[in-house]
């Protein structure tokens, strides 16, 4: 039996979707019902070993005999047969870090366990990932109240602004498409990719999600491999299809254990009341979000304050029914702000070229927009017309006076050109 640490057998702060282990034996605290469980498991015969990953040892704010001190603190407190640790961080590419499996292969190796019959516990899908690498069964727990409130429960919604069918916002929610982003933070990515699955999956029927789950597996991984050969921190915002929090959760779960190695994978929840404990669970897990389809100004404030990394707001749809998009892009830009939330906005649902420019006047962070636009936001018909007058004087005057007796320059590579067609005039 392989147990996770943090989060598992010690509670564990976790801010942000960063955890933050205990730093001391003084502040270690076991969870409730884990001496327990472990006794049990131990008296059933399981040899129980801890596999952690303690990254903030190479981050150089928690040191390697603090960490030792708790992990000793633990054995003498558990009935644990060993404890094994990861000090690295990602960028060490070390192959014990977890969700790579290395921990565990090699507790297999010493304590000659059977890895096919091994089960592993963890909070986070980086441990359920190492185990399904490595062959195990895996669990993957939950807090308790997000285990009480995904149980089904009358629907709050309002009667006036009933839920429409997913399926009906496809037409916008439909990547991938090109996004355009401020870069008001240096270094930072420069854009989002989208994904979401193909309109016809909402109409399989039950029997085919399988083979379906595992095309669109194929599909997200192609565009993983897009954004690793031309810009490896791009962010791909994968939208969940299922419908249901309990539901939600678990397929949130599969795509952070098939694509979170990926490190810009941002989960897409639609905002909602249920969808709010699907959020937080996803930070809780470790997984980035990206709150979609929203229409109001409430409905981002929401979404961000439960956690979203993304909050992504639709430009057309809310003028449709008569609001104005712009001043609520703004008004939601002012109060992330004044709050200091962290959450970047994306405005998606654009359908005119000067939505895009409105989009961003109003504080977006990012606009998705068709890929149609992208070439028109470079023309303009009087760009067109100065262009093809300097052509036509340039032929002239080159025709007028050629060089040596030689025919007409072909045009030429001017670098820059417009500081060469500026010092002319036009
Ligand atoms: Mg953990
Ligand atoms: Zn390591």
Redesign the pocket.
């Known amino acids: 039996m392989f147990l ?5 057998l010690i509670r ?1 702060d976790v801010v942000d979707g960063v ?1 933050h282990p205990p730093d001391s034996v003084d502040v270690l605290e076991l969870l409730p019902g884990v001496p327990e469980a472990l006794a049990r498991l131990k008296t059933a015969g399981l040899p129980l070993i801890v596999v952690t990953n303690q990254p903030d040892v190479a981050r150089g704010t928690q040191t390697r005999e603090a960490v030792e001190a708790i992990n000793a603190d633990l054995q003498r407190r558990l009935p644990l047969d060993a404890v094994l640790c990861c000090y690295h961080d990602d960028g060490d590419d070390c192959a014990c870090r977890k969700p790579r499996p290395g921990l565990l292969i090699d507790a297999a190796e010493r304590l000659d366990v059977d890895l096919r019959r091994a089960f592993l516990v ?3 899908w980086r ?1 359920t990932k190492a185990g399904r690498r490595a062959g195990c069964t895996t669990i993957l727990l939950r807090q308790p109240t997000t285990a009480a409130a995904t149980k089904p429960r009358p629907t709050s919604r309002s009667p006036t602004w009933p839920r429409r069918p997913r399926s009906s916002y496809a037409a916008e929610r439909s990547g991938p498409g090109e996004d355009l982003r401020r870069q008001r933070q240096p270094g930072r990515h420069r854009g989002v990719a989208q994904a979401r699955l193909p309109e016809r999956h909402h109409d399989q029927p039950v029997h085919s999600v399988r083979e379906e789950r595992r095309a669109f597996a194929d599909h997200i991984r192609d565009i993983i491999a897009l954004c690793q050969r031309y810009e490896g921190n791009l962010p791909l915002s994968v939208e969940l299809y299922a419908s249901g929090p309990r539901e939600m959760l678990a397929q949130a779960e599969r795509f952070l254990a098939d694509f979170g190695d990926y490190d810009n994978l941002v989960v897409k929840v639609p905002i909602g009341w249920d969808e709010l404990q699907v959020i937080r669970e996803i930070k809780r897990m470790g997984g980035k979000v990206n709150c979609t389809c929203c229409m109001s100004y409430n409905q981002a404030l929401i979404a961000a304050q439960s956690g979203a990394d993304y909050v992504s707001l639709f430009w057309g749809r809310i003028r449709d029914i008569g609001y104005d998009s712009s001043s609520i892009v703004r008004q939601v830009r002012q109060t992330f702000k004044e709050w200091q939330y962290p959450s970047e906005i994306i405005v998606g649902s654009i359908r005119q070229m000067i939505d895009i420019n409105e989009a961003f006047q109003a504080g977006a962070d990012i606009v998705t927009v068709p890929p149609k636009f992208l070439p028109l936001l470079c023309a303009h018909p009087k760009t067109d017309e100065a262009d093809a007058e300097f052509m036509n004087d340039f032929r002239g005057w080159s025709s007028a006076e050629p060089m040596n007796g030689q025919p007409a320059l072909a045009p030429p590579d001017l670098t820059p050109p417009s500081l060469t067609r500026g010092a002319d005039g036009h």
């Open positions: 996770d640490r943090d989060g598992t564990t955890s963890g909070d986070r441990n």
